[in-house]
């Protein structure tokens, strides 16, 4: 069957594996967080669908972080290549998902206009990139590693290093906004962010590994990160979307 | 001993944080780094269907407005199809139109704004007709996991009182935080919509 002909719905969200979104350790939540349920909504043409991206919306360096936003020189810090694969809950590969990354520099400041961080802007980092899996749902992406950075939550809290990720696969429910964490980050254990995830198993699924073999010697290391989006299966319902009863009550 | 492959876990979610627009709307950052961008115009110059603006705040447990929210829109065209190969409905689609836009809140107001066109009603779950609607999708620091809602158009009465969605939301009061409520102002229909986080209006989000 094609594509076309076989419509497909996706696994429901196992929300225990993701942060409550009332977690008072990150204080920003607090105000932040619906105190209501959500309501169940069952997957319709609006859910199962979403943008579709091509090479036409990106430019040849916006997956090089090290170049896209060089001024006459290069960015600060230890190089680094960033790669893994996204895939289903079913573990198929997710071709064609935009992903998109942005960091702070290896100073650990960011360059927006909010961040005041007194480590300096690097003039040569822009500290953003994106770019689409590839047929496998591989992606990669090289820069430089960010530094960890101090902000207001207690008095003291400092981020671990970490990189952000969003991720748009082939239906709006897969939608998902995460952060990577380095391999043996002695601030990943005391981070407030990272600790509003309830489940270990999701923690440690959000740290990426060094991979020693895919660096470039003499220039760059490498570390591996795997995002794994919400799973495909086909639909009971195809009768319905196209104009008959089906048995579910909505 | 379980007989069937173990399943993958989903990726657990994370806050997009505070500089979220590097990332996603690196001009709202204060720099100028792709290209090509991604904007809050979803429509064109030759895209069918009238011409609307959406626009709101999103509003916190205090009552103060988020001024580092970022939303996704992602919508129908005029005729009630998505641009997707999934959408097997028999009507017509728009070159020129792709349905998705993204948009951040001004740092100052925390008002944000998508301009597109109205679009059509869709095909619902069961064959029941959806009321026209577009799905919007909310990160910001603080927000742990994307909040899902949608914006129903306070025009279509009679189309979302049988609406199967706002129909299951099981407290009636609640289902007007969901209609965008219009208002024409010097010639553009806007649909004003404020996103009430918490509160005692709390804006319904779906469990998607």
Known sequence: MSEQAAPREFCARNRSAHPPAFAPGYKTTVLRSPRNAPIALLNSLSEITAPVFSSDDLGPLDNDLILNYAHGGLPVGERIIVHGYVRDQFARPVPNALVEVWQANAGGRYRHRNDTYIAPIDPNFGGCGRMLTDRDGHYVFRTVKPGPYPWRNSVDDWRPAHIHYSISGSGWVQRLITQLYFEGDPLISQDAILRTIPDEAAVRQLIARLDRNSGVPLDSLAYRFDIVLRGARATWFESAVQGQPAMQSE | ?208
């Open chain 2, 1 to 208: 001993m379980v007989n069937t492959p173990e399943q993958l876990q989903e990726t657990a979610s994370q806050t997009a944080g505070p500089y979220v627009h590097i990332g996603l709307a690196p001009h709202a950052a204060g720099f100028d780094i792709f290209e090509k961008n991604f904007s809050n115009v979803l429509a064109g110059s030759g895209t069918r269907g009238d011409r609307i603006r959406i626009e709101g705040r999103v509003i916190d447990g205090s009552g103060t407005p988020l001024r580092d929210v970022l939303l996704e829109m992602w919508q129908a065209n005029a005729a009630g199809k998505y641009r997707h190969p999934a959408d097997l409905q028999d009507k017509p689609l728009d070159d020129t139109f792709r349905g998705w836009g993204r948009a951040c809140s001004d740092f100052e107001s925390g008002i944000w704004f998508f301009d597109t066109v109205k679009p059509g009603p869709v095909e619902g779950r069961t064959g029941r007709t959806m009321a026209p609607h577009v799905n919007l999708w909310i990160v910001a620091r603080g927000i742990n996991l994307g909040l899902n809602t949608r914006m129903y158009f306070s025009d279509e009465a009679e189309a979302n009182a049988k609406d199967p969605v706002l129909n299951l939301i099981e407290w009636e009061v609640r289902r007007s935080t969901l209609i965008g409520q219009r208002e024409a102002r010097a010639g553009m229909s806007v649909y004003r919509f404020d996103i009430h986080i918490q509160g005692p209006n709390e804006t319904v989000f779906f469990d998607v």
